[in-house]
């Protein structure tokens, strides 16, 4: 059975940072290439970042970019996304997704059709 379980959301003040995690089962996830994609009530879901399968490239929007960090864990068959210096505007439902394809050498953050497995999402709110 194939899972993705994010965790690590909550209540942050403006400035402050949050790390969420996504937790593979079924799959080796460091085969696939991750991406994390955030969406806020009303907006269109939008990517924040991704990792290649060997974790070699990384990439970010402008919007976070500066601010988050992704990374992996292959023992552990977790992928985390750090968040810092977390704005308002950050706030959104965040998911983490399987690449379609293993993408050794890259990953991409432009649309959620890369993707096919999704995580339930954890909330993150920033607000004081």
């Known amino acids: 059975q194939l899972q993705l379980v994010e965790s690590g959301g909550g209540l942050v003040q403006p400035g402050g940072s949050l790390r969420l995690s996504c937790a593979a089962s079924?799959?080796?996830?460091?085969?696939?290439?991750i991406g994390w994609f955030r969406q806020a009530p009303g907006k269109e879901r939008e990517g924040v970042s991704c990792?290649?399968?060997?974790?070699?490239?990384?990439r970010y929007p402008d919007s976070v970019k500066g601010r988050f960090t992704i990374s992996r864990d292959n023992a552990k068959n977790t992928v985390y996304l750090q968040m810092n210096s977390l704005k308002p505007e950050d706030t959104a439902v965040y998911y983490c997704?399987?690449?379609?394809?293993?993408?050794?050498?890259?990953?991409?953050?432009?649309?959620?059709?890369?993707?096919?497995?999704w995580g339930q999402g954890t909330q993150v709110t920033v607000s004081s």
């Open positions: 079924g799959f080796t996830l460091d085969y696939y290439a």
């Open positions: 997704a399987r690449d379609r394809t293993r993408r050794i050498l890259g990953c991409r953050f432009d649309g959620s059709n890369w993707y096919d497995y």
């Open positions: 990792i290649s399968s060997n974790g070699g490239t990384t």
